[in-house]
C-alpha cells in the first residue's frame, strides 16, 4: 500500500492504542501503521498473526482492566461484529460492544483523538446512496450495540476534552478475511467445490476493498476537520451477491462453477444498503481506488498462492 507523505508526517513516532489487531481489519491497519514508524500498543486477548515492527502486544479483556494507557490516538476496533452471532448471544455482544467499550474509555488517556468504528447497519435499509444524517434502524442486536457504543463515544469525549471520529463501515472485504463474511465464502466455494451456495442473490451491497478502508481511516484520524463527526466508509456502488458470486468465478479463472441461489429470507439484515460518500471524499484527500473485479483477483490470488483460504 503506498503511503501519503502527510500520513508519515502525522503518525511517524505517534503513540497509538489500538483494540482488535488480531481482526481481519484490525491487523491490516496495525501493517500500515507499521510501516509508518507508529508506536503502536495493541490490546487483545489474542496476538496478531504476525510479528511487527514497532508493536507492544498487551494481553486484556477490555471488560476487565486493570491499568490505565496513554497516547496519542486509540483506533477501538475490537467488538463482536457477526450480526448473526449478535442475535444469539445478547448478552455477550453488550458486554463487548458497550461494556468493554465504557471500560477502555476508562482506562485510556488520549491526546489527540480517539476513532470509534461502528457499522452501515445503524441505517434503514436503501438502495440509495445513504448519508450520516439518514434515519436509523436500531432493531438489531448489533446495529444497537454499535449505536450504544457511538454515544458511549461521543459523550466520553466530550466530557474528557478529546476529539473523536465515528466511521460508519459497509462490507469491507480482502485477503485474510473469515469465511463467515461473503466473499470469502464465495471464493472459498470456488476453490474447495467448484460450486457456490448463496442464501439470496437478490440482497444488495456496498463492497470496499480494506485497503482503500484504511486508508480512509487514518487520513480521518489526523484531519482536524474531521473532528467530532461521523463518516460512512464504503464504495458508493451498490452491487447484488448473485453479481459478487459472478465476478468472484471471473476472478478464479475457473470454467464450469455453478451458482446456487437458495432465495432464503435472511433476518435482521437489509436487502440493500449503500453509501454516500461525499462527505468523506470532501473532508479527505480520499476515494476508492480498487475495483470489485481487482479486490477479488487479489484474495484468488492469495488464496492461490498458499495462504489460508479464509
Not at 98 to 108: A, D, Y
Request: proline share 5%.
Amino acid at each position: 500500500m503506498r503511503i501519503p507523505v502527510n500520513l508519515t508526517n502525522e503518525l511517524l513516532g505517534a503513540k497509538i492504542i489500538v483494540t482488535g489487531a488480531s481482526g481481519f481489519i484490525g491487523l491490516n491497519l496495525v501493517r500500515v501503521l507499521s510501516e509508518l514508524g507508529a508506536e503502536i500498543t495493541v490490546i487483545d486477548r489474542m496476538q496478531p498473526a504476525e510479528r511487527l515492527p514497532h508493536v507492544k502486544f498487551e494481553w486484556a479483556d477490555l471488560r476487565h482492566l486493570n491499568q490505565t494507557y496513554e497516547a496519542d490516538y486509540l483506533i477501538h476496533l475490537a467488538a463482536i461484529t457477526n450480526a448473526g452471532f449478535a442475535e444469539r448471544y445478547p448478552v455477550d455482544t453488550f458486554e463487548v460492544n458497550v461494556l468493554g467499550t465504557v471500560n477502555l474509555l476508562n482506562h485510556v488517556k488520549i491526546k489527540k483523538r480517539i476513532l470509534f468504528p461502528s457499522t452501515a447497519l445503524v441505517y434503514k435499509a436503501s438502495e440509495t446512496p445513504i448519508g450520516e444524517e439518514a434515519e436509523t434502524d436500531l432493531s438489531s442486536v448489533y446495529a444497537l450495540s454499535k449505536n450504544v457504543g457511538e454515544q458511549v463515544v461521543k459523550f466520553h469525549c466530550q466530557r474528557m476534552g478529546v476529539p473523536h471520529t465515528i466511521v460508519r463501515f459497509f462490507n469491507i472485504f480482502g485477503p485474510g478475511q473469515l469465511p463467515m463474511y461473503i466473499v470469502p465464502q464465495v471464493l472459498s466455494q470456488i476453490k474447495e467445490n467448484h460450486h457456490i451456495e448463496i442464501r439470496n442473490g437478490t440482497v444488495m451491497r456496498d463492497l470496499l476493498f480494506v485497503e482503500d478502508c484504511i486508508d480512509a481511516v487514518l487520513k480521518l484520524s489526523v484531519t482536524p476537520s474531521a473532528e467530532n463527526s461521523e463518516f460512512n466508509i464504503g464504495s458508493g456502488h451498490i452491487v447484488s451477491i448473485s453479481d459478487v458470486a459472478k465476478a468472484a468465478v471471473e476472478a478464479s479463472g475457473l470454467d464450469n462453477v455453478e451458482i446456487t441461489d437458495l432465495e432464503e429470507f435472511i433476518a435482521f439484515s437489509p436487502t440493500a444498503i449503500m453509501a454516500n460518500i461525499d462527505k468523506v471524499q470532501a473532508t479527505i484527500d480520499w476515494f476508492p481506488k480498487t475495483t470489485l473485479r481487482q479486490g477479488l483477483k487479489r484474495m484468488w490470488d492469495s488464496m492461490e498462492n498458499g495462504k489460508p483460504a479464509k
